[in-house]
């Protein structure tokens, strides 16, 4: 194939290997090299049929173009996350379709508008402007708890882990009882590489041990969401739980997998990408007290951190695309029905766009990053994360003086949904 270039092994096995991203700086490292030298190059497998070939792309103009054009780079029919053959196969065999779960990542026009459109509305900020009450005094809760934990916390368990949570639970009419097992199953779904969030205590899983506990959490999900859809259809209320339950897409309502996979994909991504940012943020003004100095006395740099923290973390690490015809991109010529990596926390990390990318810095613009995605597919929830973020860190500044590292942060050994999975930290209240 004429302007290929094939990634050496070494790299290749770790843009696919988990514990790599658990390694934050050594991946930038990886990332930077590959994008100065082959910015979109071949991936292929050391073992024949391991996974199917693919594309790296790695510049942000490359990734933002990708994003973009929705018409020649689809979400279908190849797995939007990247999957070994073993798990696909297993997906295929127990559902029918490439991936566990069918969400509102995985479909294209005309499909992907039409589900799009039954909740946008209700996550528009006008909308959104009417839970700030609530969200100021489960913030206040949440600051109160991690108080009265202190002086020394882990920040993800005692605050940026429950507090989204709640708000996705509330909007999805998930009791508060139920909440410890949404958190698990989420865990398993998107760290299902990774030992701790798996549950399994396994280090280095097989793919078919990975595939086996995120169908199973998948499983769980679907039977939990398909009660709440009951319960909704009979007593519909205001929240996104009944506009999905009692939706119709062309007069009819949604088939039962594609109802669950938007439960799923509200009650997961809603959550645990938000809690990422937020630790994140957390983690770079424990470790610069100037920063967290100058946005307690300058609450107008508040969307700054927000916009920053959520860029510099980067949760949702990739996803894949198809080429739907012949393009060339980046020098490389791509064919109709190849798999592509548009990668993230690549492209986020791009000097070229972020001058000093791995500096956190509260007023860094303009900051059109890249972790909402862009285009037809960008974020569904992003202004309620936003929201979320900004009201949470208000609570925090009021009642924090200081906060300052108490032991070592740990990442989660994952390639698609990442983050800090414990963040230790000494918080010394005003």
């Not at 302007?3 to 988990?18: F, M």
């Not at 054009?69 to 979400?75: E, G, P, Q, R």
């Not at 997906?91 to 294209?108: E, K, P, Q």
């Not at 199953?185 to 280095?204: A, E, I, V, Y």
């Amino acid at each position: 194939m004429s302007g290929e270039v094939v990634l050496p092994g070494d790299l290749a096995r770790r843009v696919i290997d988990p514990h790599a991203y658990a390694a934050w700086d050594g991946l930038l490292d990886t990332f930077d090299h590959i994008r100065a030298t082959m910015p979109v190059a071949r991936v292929q497998p050391d073992t024949p049929g391991l996974f199917d070939p693919f594309w790296l792309v790695t510049r942000y103009d490359d990734v933002m173009r990708i994003s973009k054009d929705n018409a020649t780079f689809l979400n279908n029919p190849r797995p939007v996350v990247f999957s070994f053959n073993e798990a696909i196969e297993f997906s295929r065999a127990a559902t029918g379709s490439n991936m566990l779960v069918d969400s509102l990542v995985v479909f294209d026009a005309p499909i992907h508008p039409k589900y799009r459109k039954l909740t946008q509305e209700w996550f528009i900020p006008r909308n959104l402007a009417k839970l700030e009450g609530e969200l100021r005094a489960l913030a206040a809760r949440t600051v109160d708890r991690m108080l009265e934990s202190g002086p020394d916390i882990d920040f993800v368990r005692e605050v940026s882990g429950p507090y989204p949570l709640r708000v996705v639970m509330q909007i999805l009419g998930v009791p508060p009882e139920d909440e410890p097992r949404m958190q698990m199953l989420t865990q398993q779904l998107f760290g299902g590489q990774d030992k701790d969030l798996s549950g399994s205590g396994l280090d280095k899983m097989t793919p078919e041990q990975v595939v086996q506990i995120v169908a199973g959490a998948v499983r769980t999900f679907e039977d939990y969401f398909a009660q709440i859809a009951d319960e909704r259809r009979a007593h519909p209320t205001d929240d996104v739980a009944s506009v999905i339950a009692n939706a119709l897409v062309d007069g009819q309502p949604l088939p039962p997998r594609d109802m669950a996979g938007y439960y799923i994909i509200v009650a997961t991504a809603g959550h645990d990408t938000t809690s990422a940012s937020t630790a994140g943020a957390m983690q770079a003004l424990a470790n610069d007290p100037e920063q967290w100095a100058r946005v307690k006395a300058d609450r107008s740099l508040l969307p700054g951190i927000v916009e920053e923290a959520i860029r510099w973390t980067t949760p949702v690490q990739h996803f894949m695309r198809t080429a739907a015809e012949d393009v060339e991109l980046g020098g490389s010529q791509v064919k109709a029905g190849d798999w592509l990596m548009i990668n993230y926390v690549a492209a986020n990390h791009d000097p070229a766009q972020f001058p000093d990318p791995r500096r956190f810095d509260a007023a860094r613009s303009p900051n059109r990053h890249l972790a909402f995605g862009a285009g037809a597919h960008q974020c569904l929830g992003l202004h309620l994360a936003r929201l979320e973020m900004r009201i949470l860190f208000e609570a925090l500044l009021d009642r924090v003086a200081s906060v300052e590292p108490a032991g070592e942060a740990k990442r989660a050994s994952s390639t698609f949904v990442g983050g800090l999975k414990t963040l230790p930290l000494r918080v010394t209240p005003a």
